[in-house]
Protein backbone atom coordinates (compact mmCIF):
# COMPACT_ATOMS: atom_id res chain seq x y z
CA UNK A 1 0.00 0.00 0.00
CA UNK A 2 1.72 3.64 -0.89
CA UNK A 3 2.33 5.40 2.17
CA UNK A 4 -0.34 7.78 3.40
CA UNK A 5 2.51 10.74 5.36
CA UNK A 6 1.46 13.49 4.65
CA UNK A 7 4.05 16.55 4.06
CA UNK A 8 4.70 19.36 6.54
CA UNK A 9 7.31 21.83 7.91
CA UNK A 10 8.18 20.40 11.32
CA UNK A 11 6.38 17.62 13.60
CA UNK A 12 3.15 18.06 14.39
CA UNK A 13 4.19 16.68 17.64
CA UNK A 14 6.98 18.85 18.24
CA UNK A 15 5.34 20.87 20.75
CA UNK A 16 5.35 17.85 22.86
CA UNK A 17 9.21 17.48 22.67
CA UNK A 18 8.35 14.28 21.56
CA UNK A 19 9.15 11.83 18.24
CA UNK A 20 8.24 8.42 17.33
CA UNK A 21 9.83 5.89 15.74
CA UNK A 22 6.65 4.99 14.45
CA UNK A 23 5.03 6.61 11.34
CA UNK A 24 2.91 9.71 12.08
CA UNK A 25 0.04 9.94 9.85
CA UNK A 26 -1.19 13.64 9.53
CA UNK A 27 -4.31 15.06 8.45
CA UNK A 28 -5.00 11.66 6.17
CA UNK A 29 -8.75 12.20 4.34
CA UNK A 30 -11.64 9.70 5.25
CA UNK A 31 -10.92 7.25 2.70
CA UNK A 32 -7.05 6.83 3.62
CA UNK A 33 -8.36 6.47 7.42
CA UNK A 34 -11.30 3.84 6.01
CA UNK A 35 -8.09 2.31 4.13
CA UNK A 36 -5.51 2.40 7.13
CA UNK A 37 -8.38 0.85 9.72
CA UNK A 38 -9.14 -1.87 7.62
CA UNK A 39 -5.60 -2.94 7.32
CA UNK A 40 -5.08 -2.76 10.58
CA UNK A 41 -8.13 -4.93 11.94
CA UNK A 42 -10.08 -1.89 13.52
CA UNK A 43 -13.13 -3.05 11.37
CA UNK A 44 -15.46 -3.66 8.99
CA UNK A 45 -16.96 -2.05 5.72
CA UNK A 46 -20.40 -2.74 5.56
CA UNK A 47 -22.69 -2.75 2.96
CA UNK A 48 -23.52 1.16 2.59
CA UNK A 49 -19.48 2.14 2.90
CA UNK A 50 -19.97 2.79 6.51
CA UNK A 51 -17.19 1.67 8.89
CA UNK A 52 -17.67 -0.56 11.47
CA UNK A 53 -15.47 -0.67 14.68
CA UNK A 54 -15.79 -1.99 18.56
CA UNK A 55 -15.18 0.55 21.21
CA UNK A 56 -13.96 -2.78 23.51
CA UNK A 57 -14.74 -3.11 27.03
CA UNK A 58 -16.16 0.42 27.71
CA UNK A 59 -18.95 1.03 25.15
CA UNK A 60 -20.23 4.32 26.71
CA UNK A 61 -18.35 7.13 29.11
CA UNK A 62 -17.09 6.50 32.43
CA UNK A 63 -17.81 9.52 34.59
CA UNK A 64 -16.47 8.63 37.13
CA UNK A 65 -12.88 8.00 36.04
CA UNK A 66 -13.29 11.51 34.59
CA UNK A 67 -11.01 13.95 36.15
CA UNK A 68 -10.19 17.68 36.24
CA UNK A 69 -6.65 18.75 37.31
CA UNK A 70 -7.13 20.94 40.69
CA UNK A 71 -4.78 24.29 40.37
CA UNK A 72 -4.75 27.60 40.51
CA UNK A 73 -6.92 28.42 37.32
CA UNK A 74 -9.81 25.76 38.30
CA UNK A 75 -9.25 25.66 42.42
CA UNK A 76 -12.33 28.51 42.96
CA UNK A 77 -14.27 27.93 39.68
CA UNK A 78 -14.62 24.42 39.33
CA UNK A 79 -17.92 22.77 40.56
CA UNK A 80 -15.51 19.80 42.66
CA UNK A 81 -17.23 16.69 43.87
CA UNK A 82 -18.98 13.76 42.40
CA UNK A 83 -18.96 15.35 38.75
CA UNK A 84 -15.70 17.26 38.65
CA UNK A 85 -13.07 14.93 40.67
CA UNK A 86 -9.78 16.55 41.44
CA UNK A 87 -6.52 15.36 39.97
CA UNK A 88 -3.34 16.58 41.65
CA UNK A 89 -1.21 18.39 38.68
CA UNK A 90 2.17 16.32 39.64
CA UNK A 91 0.01 13.01 38.70
CA UNK A 92 -0.74 14.56 35.48
CA UNK A 93 2.57 15.54 34.70
CA UNK A 94 4.04 11.98 35.31
CA UNK A 95 0.92 10.19 33.80
CA UNK A 96 1.46 12.72 30.94
CA UNK A 97 5.27 11.34 30.83
CA UNK A 98 4.62 7.85 30.72
CA UNK A 99 1.91 8.19 28.29
CA UNK A 100 4.42 9.62 25.61
CA UNK A 101 6.82 7.30 26.50
CA UNK A 102 4.23 4.38 25.42
CA UNK A 103 3.79 6.12 22.46
CA UNK A 104 7.33 6.63 21.12
CA UNK A 105 7.68 3.38 18.95
CA UNK A 106 3.76 3.56 17.78
CA UNK A 107 2.34 4.31 14.92
CA UNK A 108 0.10 7.83 15.60
CA UNK A 109 -2.67 9.55 13.31
CA UNK A 110 -2.86 13.55 14.15
CA UNK A 111 -5.51 15.91 13.42
CA UNK A 112 -6.20 19.74 13.33
CA UNK A 113 -9.51 20.43 13.78
CA UNK A 114 -11.75 23.38 15.06
CA UNK A 115 -14.34 22.99 18.31
CA UNK A 116 -16.96 25.95 16.95
CA UNK A 117 -18.54 27.14 14.50
CA UNK A 118 -18.49 31.05 15.52
CA UNK A 119 -14.65 31.67 14.48
CA UNK A 120 -14.66 33.99 16.85
CA UNK A 121 -14.96 31.41 19.84
CA UNK A 122 -13.68 28.49 18.43
CA UNK A 123 -10.85 26.27 19.64
CA UNK A 124 -8.27 24.82 17.47
CA UNK A 125 -7.63 21.50 18.31
CA UNK A 126 -4.90 18.91 17.43
CA UNK A 127 -5.75 15.04 18.31
CA UNK A 128 -3.08 12.42 18.74
CA UNK A 129 -4.91 8.71 18.27
CA UNK A 130 -3.18 5.29 18.29
CA UNK A 131 -6.47 4.66 16.04
CA UNK A 132 -6.86 5.36 12.28
CA UNK A 133 -10.95 5.14 13.21
CA UNK A 134 -10.60 7.38 15.77
CA UNK A 135 -8.61 9.68 13.86
CA UNK A 136 -12.17 9.21 11.38
CA UNK A 137 -14.35 10.24 14.37
CA UNK A 138 -12.65 13.16 15.40
CA UNK A 139 -12.73 13.92 11.44
CA UNK A 140 -16.22 13.75 11.72
CA UNK A 141 -17.41 14.73 14.94
CA UNK A 142 -15.08 18.33 14.98
CA UNK A 143 -15.24 21.29 12.44
CA UNK A 144 -13.12 20.49 9.25
CA UNK A 145 -10.67 23.12 8.68
CA UNK A 146 -9.93 24.54 4.97
CA UNK A 147 -6.22 23.88 3.16
CA UNK A 148 -5.95 27.72 3.78
CA UNK A 149 -7.07 27.33 7.53
CA UNK A 150 -4.48 24.46 7.77
CA UNK A 151 -1.74 26.28 6.24
CA UNK A 152 -1.55 28.91 8.97
CA UNK A 153 -2.63 26.48 11.96
CA UNK A 154 -1.76 26.83 15.66
CA UNK A 155 -3.64 24.43 17.57
CA UNK A 156 -4.53 25.77 21.55
CA UNK A 157 -5.99 22.77 22.67
CA UNK A 158 -4.84 18.74 22.73
CA UNK A 159 -6.33 15.47 23.02
CA UNK A 160 -3.89 12.36 23.29
CA UNK A 161 -5.77 9.22 23.36
CA UNK A 162 -4.69 5.97 23.58
CA UNK A 163 -6.64 3.20 24.33
CA UNK A 164 -4.22 0.56 24.42
CA UNK A 165 -2.23 2.80 27.07
CA UNK A 166 -3.23 1.46 31.09
CA UNK A 167 -2.52 3.55 33.72
CA UNK A 168 -1.66 2.09 37.41
CA UNK A 169 -3.87 3.32 40.10
CA UNK A 170 -1.36 2.92 42.92
CA UNK A 171 0.83 5.49 41.18
CA UNK A 172 -0.72 6.91 38.99
CA UNK A 173 -3.65 8.61 40.94
CA UNK A 174 -6.61 6.99 39.15
CA UNK A 175 -9.25 4.49 40.14
CA UNK A 176 -9.48 2.74 37.82
CA UNK A 177 -6.89 2.05 34.47
CA UNK A 178 -9.09 3.69 32.34
CA UNK A 179 -9.13 7.76 32.48
CA UNK A 180 -9.97 11.06 30.55
CA UNK A 181 -7.99 13.95 32.58
CA UNK A 182 -8.94 17.79 31.85
CA UNK A 183 -6.23 20.24 31.77
CA UNK A 184 -6.89 23.69 31.33
CA UNK A 185 -4.02 25.07 32.38
CA UNK A 186 -2.14 23.00 30.40
CA UNK A 187 -5.07 23.18 27.66
CA UNK A 188 -4.87 19.26 26.95
CA UNK A 189 -7.04 16.25 27.79
CA UNK A 190 -5.16 12.50 28.41
CA UNK A 191 -7.59 9.92 27.74
CA UNK A 192 -6.60 6.17 28.09
CA UNK A 193 -7.66 2.88 28.98
CA UNK A 194 -10.85 3.33 26.86
CA UNK A 195 -11.45 3.08 23.43
CA UNK A 196 -15.00 4.43 23.75
CA UNK A 197 -14.74 7.58 21.45
CA UNK A 198 -17.19 9.51 22.56
CA UNK A 199 -14.92 10.66 25.67
CA UNK A 200 -13.05 12.73 23.38
CA UNK A 201 -16.26 14.71 21.83
CA UNK A 202 -17.81 15.00 25.52
CA UNK A 203 -14.40 16.14 26.76
CA UNK A 204 -13.93 18.68 24.72
CA UNK A 205 -17.68 20.12 25.34
CA UNK A 206 -16.65 20.22 28.89
CA UNK A 207 -13.75 22.32 28.35
CA UNK A 208 -15.62 24.44 26.04
CA UNK A 209 -18.46 24.46 29.31
CA UNK A 210 -15.58 25.51 31.38
CA UNK A 211 -13.97 28.32 28.79
CA UNK A 212 -17.11 30.10 26.81
CA UNK A 213 -19.39 30.75 30.49
CA UNK A 214 -16.27 31.77 32.17
CA UNK A 215 -14.43 33.40 30.68
CA UNK A 216 -16.68 35.09 27.45
CA UNK A 217 -20.20 35.23 29.19
CA UNK A 218 -21.75 32.82 26.51
CA UNK A 219 -23.89 30.75 27.41
CA UNK A 220 -22.79 26.96 26.68
CA UNK A 221 -25.41 24.31 26.12
CA UNK A 222 -26.46 20.39 25.69
CA UNK A 223 -28.97 20.83 22.95
CA UNK A 224 -30.29 20.42 19.73
CA UNK A 225 -30.96 23.45 17.51
CA UNK A 226 -32.52 24.21 14.03
CA UNK A 227 -33.88 27.34 12.29
CA UNK A 228 -36.60 28.03 10.07
CA UNK A 229 -36.90 29.80 6.51
CA UNK A 230 -37.63 33.24 8.30
CA UNK A 231 -34.62 32.81 10.42
CA UNK A 232 -36.15 32.58 13.83
CA UNK A 233 -34.07 29.98 15.58
CA UNK A 234 -35.02 27.37 18.12
CA UNK A 235 -33.54 25.67 20.83
CA UNK A 236 -34.63 21.67 22.26
CA UNK A 237 -33.40 20.65 25.65
CA UNK A 238 -33.99 17.40 26.78
CA UNK A 239 -32.58 14.18 28.31
CA UNK A 240 -32.56 10.62 26.66
CA UNK A 241 -36.30 9.58 25.68
CA UNK A 242 -37.55 13.04 26.30
CA UNK A 243 -37.96 13.36 21.86
CA UNK A 244 -35.12 15.71 21.67
CA UNK A 245 -34.05 14.37 18.33
CA UNK A 246 -37.36 13.22 16.71
CA UNK A 247 -38.85 17.19 17.70
CA UNK A 248 -35.71 18.89 16.40
CA UNK A 249 -35.72 16.94 13.05
CA UNK A 250 -38.17 19.31 10.93
CA UNK A 251 -38.42 18.43 7.20
CA UNK A 252 -39.50 22.30 7.10
CA UNK A 253 -36.48 23.67 9.18
CA UNK A 254 -32.72 23.38 8.84
CA UNK A 255 -30.79 21.59 11.14
CA UNK A 256 -28.03 24.25 12.57
CA UNK A 257 -26.48 21.30 15.30
CA UNK A 258 -27.95 17.79 17.09
CA UNK A 259 -26.25 18.26 20.57
CA UNK A 260 -23.81 21.44 21.27
CA UNK A 261 -24.29 24.99 20.83
CA UNK A 262 -23.45 28.38 22.36
CA UNK A 263 -25.12 31.57 22.38
CA UNK A 264 -23.72 34.48 22.03
CA UNK A 265 -24.84 37.89 21.38
CA UNK A 266 -25.13 37.20 17.76
CA UNK A 267 -26.62 34.01 17.73
CA UNK A 268 -25.95 30.54 18.46
CA UNK A 269 -23.41 28.44 17.05
CA UNK A 270 -22.82 24.83 16.95
CA UNK A 271 -19.72 23.46 18.58
CA UNK A 272 -19.28 20.32 16.50
CA UNK A 273 -18.87 19.54 12.75
CA UNK A 274 -21.17 16.01 12.68
CA UNK A 275 -23.62 14.07 14.62
CA UNK A 276 -23.32 11.06 17.15
CA UNK A 277 -26.29 9.78 16.60
CA UNK A 278 -27.66 6.51 18.60
CA UNK A 279 -28.81 3.74 15.95
CA UNK A 280 -30.49 0.65 18.69
CA UNK A 281 -33.65 -0.12 16.25
CA UNK A 282 -32.95 2.15 13.31
CA UNK A 283 -34.99 2.40 10.26
CA UNK A 284 -35.33 4.29 7.37
CA UNK A 285 -39.45 4.81 7.96
CA UNK A 286 -38.57 5.97 11.66
CA UNK A 287 -35.33 8.54 11.00
CA UNK A 288 -34.85 8.62 7.53
CA UNK A 289 -32.21 11.55 7.51
CA UNK A 290 -29.76 9.17 9.85
CA UNK A 291 -30.34 6.05 8.56
CA UNK A 292 -29.38 7.45 4.77
CA UNK A 293 -26.01 9.18 6.85
CA UNK A 294 -24.69 5.50 7.50
CA UNK A 295 -22.44 5.65 4.23
CA UNK A 296 -18.55 6.24 3.34
CA UNK A 297 -17.25 7.98 5.48
CA UNK A 298 -19.68 7.32 8.71
CA UNK A 299 -18.74 5.29 11.23
CA UNK A 300 -20.91 2.88 13.05
CA UNK A 301 -19.86 1.89 17.08
CA UNK A 302 -20.56 -1.78 18.71
CA UNK A 303 -23.21 -2.98 15.84
CA UNK A 304 -23.46 -6.49 14.41
CA UNK A 305 -24.11 -7.50 10.88
CA UNK A 306 -27.10 -9.50 9.67
CA UNK A 307 -25.81 -13.32 9.36
CA UNK A 308 -24.28 -14.33 6.35
CA UNK A 309 -24.19 -10.56 5.08
CA UNK A 310 -22.45 -7.11 5.50
CA UNK A 311 -25.99 -5.39 6.31
CA UNK A 312 -25.84 -3.92 9.80
CA UNK A 313 -28.65 -5.13 12.13
CA UNK A 314 -29.73 -2.20 13.65
CA UNK A 315 -32.17 -4.28 16.20
CA UNK A 316 -28.69 -6.34 17.95
CA UNK A 317 -28.18 -5.43 21.54
CA UNK A 318 -25.46 -8.01 22.21
CA UNK A 319 -22.79 -6.14 22.44
CA UNK A 320 -24.80 -2.69 24.16
CA UNK A 321 -27.76 -1.00 23.61
CA UNK A 322 -25.82 2.24 22.94
CA UNK A 323 -25.02 1.50 19.34
CA UNK A 324 -24.11 4.64 17.79
CA UNK A 325 -23.22 6.62 14.57
CA UNK A 326 -20.80 8.96 13.47
CA UNK A 327 -21.13 11.71 10.61
CA UNK A 328 -19.86 14.68 9.21
CA UNK A 329 -22.95 17.01 9.33
CA UNK A 330 -23.42 17.57 5.73
CA UNK A 331 -24.26 14.27 5.71
CA UNK A 332 -27.77 15.13 6.64
CA UNK A 333 -29.84 16.95 4.02
CA UNK A 334 -31.31 19.89 5.78
CA UNK A 335 -28.31 21.15 7.64
CA UNK A 336 -26.83 24.48 6.99
CA UNK A 337 -23.18 25.65 7.22
CA UNK A 338 -21.53 26.78 8.49
CA UNK A 339 -24.12 26.00 11.68
CA UNK A 340 -24.48 29.50 12.78
CA UNK A 341 -28.08 31.22 13.32
CA UNK A 342 -29.76 34.16 14.83
CA UNK A 343 -30.78 34.51 18.35
CA UNK A 344 -33.19 32.10 19.68
CA UNK A 345 -36.64 33.23 19.69
CA UNK A 346 -37.91 29.95 21.44
CA UNK A 347 -36.31 27.48 23.21
CA UNK A 348 -37.93 23.84 24.76
CA UNK A 349 -37.49 22.28 27.80
CA UNK A 350 -38.44 18.54 26.60
CA UNK A 351 -39.86 16.39 29.42
CA UNK A 352 -41.37 12.85 29.68
CA UNK A 353 -43.04 13.03 32.56
CA UNK A 354 -43.84 9.71 33.52
CA UNK A 355 -46.44 10.66 36.76
CA UNK A 356 -48.83 12.74 34.00
CA UNK A 357 -48.77 15.93 35.96
CA UNK A 358 -46.82 18.64 33.88
CA UNK A 359 -48.79 19.99 30.43
CA UNK A 360 -48.26 19.16 26.95
CA UNK A 361 -47.01 22.82 26.88
CA UNK A 362 -46.77 25.88 29.24
CA UNK A 363 -44.55 29.06 29.04
CA UNK A 364 -42.10 29.68 31.87
CA UNK A 365 -41.16 33.21 33.07
CA UNK A 366 -37.62 33.93 33.60
CA UNK A 367 -37.74 32.39 37.07
CA UNK A 368 -39.54 29.40 36.41
CA UNK A 369 -36.92 29.17 33.17
CA UNK A 370 -33.57 29.08 35.35
CA UNK A 371 -35.10 26.52 38.11
CA UNK A 372 -36.80 24.48 35.20
CA UNK A 373 -32.92 24.63 33.69
CA UNK A 374 -31.02 23.55 36.37
CA UNK A 375 -33.63 20.73 37.42
CA UNK A 376 -33.21 19.13 34.34
CA UNK A 377 -36.24 17.09 35.10
CA UNK A 378 -38.03 13.86 33.38
CA UNK A 379 -38.42 10.48 34.34
CA UNK A 380 -37.82 6.76 33.14
CA UNK A 381 -40.17 4.07 32.81
CA UNK A 382 -39.80 -0.03 33.04
CA UNK A 383 -38.13 -1.07 29.86
CA UNK A 384 -36.06 2.12 29.88
CA UNK A 385 -32.96 0.69 32.05
CA UNK A 386 -32.25 -2.72 33.47
CA UNK A 387 -33.98 -3.12 37.21
CA UNK A 388 -36.17 -0.12 36.70
CA UNK A 389 -39.70 -1.36 37.21
CA UNK A 390 -41.49 1.84 38.03
CA UNK A 391 -41.19 5.48 36.64
CA UNK A 392 -38.20 6.92 37.91
CA UNK A 393 -37.20 10.02 38.54
CA UNK A 394 -34.13 11.73 37.17
CA UNK A 395 -32.87 15.25 37.53
CA UNK A 396 -29.99 16.30 35.47
CA UNK A 397 -28.58 19.75 36.10
CA UNK A 398 -29.26 21.92 32.69
CA UNK A 399 -30.00 18.64 30.73
CA UNK A 400 -26.26 17.91 30.99
CA UNK A 401 -24.93 17.72 34.58
CA UNK A 402 -22.15 15.03 33.64
CA UNK A 403 -20.21 17.71 31.31
CA UNK A 404 -20.52 21.33 33.73
CA UNK A 405 -17.54 22.27 35.05
CA UNK A 406 -18.88 25.21 36.54
CA UNK A 407 -21.59 25.15 39.40
CA UNK A 408 -24.95 24.85 37.67
CA UNK A 409 -25.97 28.32 38.75
CA UNK A 410 -23.68 30.22 36.75
CA UNK A 411 -25.53 28.29 33.71
CA UNK A 412 -28.74 28.99 34.49
CA UNK A 413 -28.28 32.58 35.28
CA UNK A 414 -26.41 33.31 32.04
CA UNK A 415 -29.42 31.77 30.66
CA UNK A 416 -32.08 33.86 32.62
CA UNK A 417 -29.99 37.18 31.54
CA UNK A 418 -30.04 36.15 27.48
CA UNK A 419 -34.08 34.86 27.80
CA UNK A 420 -34.50 38.67 29.37
CA UNK A 421 -31.93 40.26 27.06
CA UNK A 422 -33.49 39.15 24.00
CA UNK A 423 -37.17 38.34 25.04
CA UNK A 424 -37.06 35.02 24.45
CA UNK A 425 -39.90 32.45 25.03
CA UNK A 426 -38.94 29.24 27.08
CA UNK A 427 -41.82 26.60 26.61
CA UNK A 428 -42.23 23.23 28.75
CA UNK A 429 -43.51 20.20 26.73
CA UNK A 430 -44.54 17.84 28.49
CA UNK A 431 -43.84 13.86 25.89
CA UNK A 432 -45.07 11.78 28.55
CA UNK A 433 -48.09 10.88 30.32
CA UNK A 434 -51.53 12.16 30.65
CA UNK A 435 -54.76 11.11 32.11
CA UNK A 436 -53.07 9.39 34.73
CA UNK A 437 -49.71 7.95 35.57
CA UNK A 438 -47.65 5.31 33.66
CA UNK A 439 -49.65 2.29 33.84
CA UNK A 440 -52.99 4.20 33.89
CA UNK A 441 -52.59 7.06 31.55
CA UNK A 442 -51.63 7.04 28.05
CA UNK A 443 -48.41 8.65 25.92
CA UNK A 444 -48.87 11.46 24.37
CA UNK A 445 -49.46 11.54 21.03
CA UNK A 446 -46.40 12.69 18.67
CA UNK A 447 -48.76 14.64 16.59
CA UNK A 448 -50.47 16.25 19.04
CA UNK A 449 -46.50 17.51 20.44
CA UNK A 450 -45.50 18.31 16.80
CA UNK A 451 -48.85 20.68 17.03
CA UNK A 452 -48.03 22.26 20.20
CA UNK A 453 -44.43 23.22 19.00
CA UNK A 454 -45.62 24.44 15.51
CA UNK A 455 -48.00 26.71 17.31
CA UNK A 456 -45.27 28.46 19.47
CA UNK A 457 -42.98 28.37 16.72
CA UNK A 458 -45.71 30.05 14.50
CA UNK A 459 -46.34 32.91 16.90
CA UNK A 460 -49.91 31.00 17.03
CA UNK A 461 -49.91 30.75 20.99
CA UNK A 462 -49.83 34.63 21.36
CA UNK A 463 -53.58 34.70 20.46
CA UNK A 464 -55.07 32.16 23.12
CA UNK A 465 -55.74 32.37 26.52
CA UNK A 466 -53.84 31.31 29.35
CA UNK A 467 -54.78 30.15 33.02
CA UNK A 468 -51.41 29.81 36.16
CA UNK A 469 -50.79 26.14 36.58
CA UNK A 470 -52.06 26.35 40.90
CA UNK A 471 -48.86 24.02 41.89
CA UNK A 472 -45.74 24.66 39.40
CA UNK A 473 -47.09 28.43 38.43
CA UNK A 474 -46.60 27.87 34.53
CA UNK A 475 -48.93 29.40 32.08
CA UNK A 476 -51.02 26.86 30.26
CA UNK A 477 -52.75 27.81 27.00
CA UNK A 478 -56.14 26.72 27.00
CA UNK A 479 -56.45 26.02 23.17
CA UNK A 480 -54.15 25.13 20.47
CA UNK A 481 -54.73 24.00 16.40
CA UNK A 482 -54.94 20.99 15.72
CA UNK A 483 -54.62 19.56 19.68
CA UNK A 484 -58.23 19.09 21.67
CA UNK A 485 -58.54 21.80 24.81
CA UNK A 486 -59.26 18.36 26.96
CA UNK A 487 -55.84 17.43 26.97
CA UNK A 488 -54.29 20.62 28.00
CA UNK A 489 -54.90 20.93 31.52
CA UNK A 490 -53.73 17.56 33.00
CA UNK A 491 -55.92 17.80 36.02
CA UNK A 492 -58.97 17.52 34.08
CA UNK A 493 -58.17 14.27 31.71
CA UNK A 494 -57.60 12.65 35.66
CA UNK A 495 -60.26 10.37 35.84
CA UNK A 496 -60.13 11.75 39.76
CA UNK A 497 -59.08 15.09 39.93
CA UNK A 498 -58.38 14.46 44.17
CA UNK A 499 -55.52 12.11 42.84
CA UNK A 500 -53.96 14.38 40.54
CA UNK A 501 -53.70 17.36 43.43
CA UNK A 502 -51.94 14.35 45.41
CA UNK A 503 -49.32 13.63 42.70
CA UNK A 504 -48.67 17.29 41.61
CA UNK A 505 -47.88 17.57 45.47
CA UNK A 506 -46.01 15.07 45.54
CA UNK A 507 -43.80 15.74 42.06
CA UNK A 508 -43.29 19.39 43.27
CA UNK A 509 -42.40 17.96 46.64
CA UNK A 510 -39.36 16.01 45.08
CA UNK A 511 -38.30 19.69 42.35
CA UNK A 512 -38.12 20.87 45.85
CA UNK A 513 -35.85 18.22 47.56
CA UNK A 514 -33.37 17.81 44.10
CA UNK A 515 -32.82 21.87 44.30
CA UNK A 516 -31.66 21.75 47.61
CA UNK A 517 -28.30 20.73 46.46
CA UNK A 518 -27.79 24.03 44.61
CA UNK A 519 -30.14 25.86 46.97
CA UNK A 520 -26.88 27.42 48.55
CA UNK A 521 -25.56 29.71 45.19
CA UNK A 522 -29.06 30.39 44.29
CA UNK A 523 -30.46 33.69 43.48
CA UNK A 524 -33.76 35.09 45.20
CA UNK A 525 -34.79 35.10 40.86
CA UNK A 526 -34.08 31.42 40.68
CA UNK A 527 -35.33 30.37 43.76
CA UNK A 528 -38.91 32.49 42.91
CA UNK A 529 -39.58 29.85 40.03
CA UNK A 530 -39.93 27.12 42.26
CA UNK A 531 -43.41 24.43 42.55
CA UNK A 532 -45.38 25.57 45.25
CA UNK A 533 -46.00 22.65 48.42
Not at 97 to 120: E, I, S, T
Request: proline content about 6%; glycine content about 8%; hydrophobic content about 40%.
Amino acid sequence: MQDQVLEFQTSPLSFLDFETSGKVHYNLPPAALVELALARKEGYLTETGALMADTGTFTGRSPKDRYIVLDEKTRDSVWWGDINIAFEPKKFEALQAKMLDFLQDKDLFVRDAFAGADPNHRLNLRVINTLAWHNLFCNNMFLRPSEEELSSFENDFTIICAPEFRADPATDGTKNPNFAILNLSKRMILIGGTAYAGEMKKGIFSVLNYILPHEKQILSMHCSANVGKNGDTAIFFGLSGTGKTTLSADPNRSLIGDDEHGWTSNGVFNFEGGCYAKVIDLSREKEPEIFDAIRFGAIVENTRFKKNSREIDYSNKSVTENTRTAYPINFIPNAIQPSVAGIPKNIFFLTADAFGVIPPISKLNKSQAMYHFISGYTAKVAGTEMGITEPKLTFSACFGAAFLPLHPTAYATLFGEKMEAYETNVWLINTGWTGGPYGTGSRMKLAYTRAMISAALDGELEKVTFVSHPVFGFQVPQSCPEVPSEILNPRATWPNAGNYDKQAQELAYSFIKNFEQFSEFASADILAGAPKV
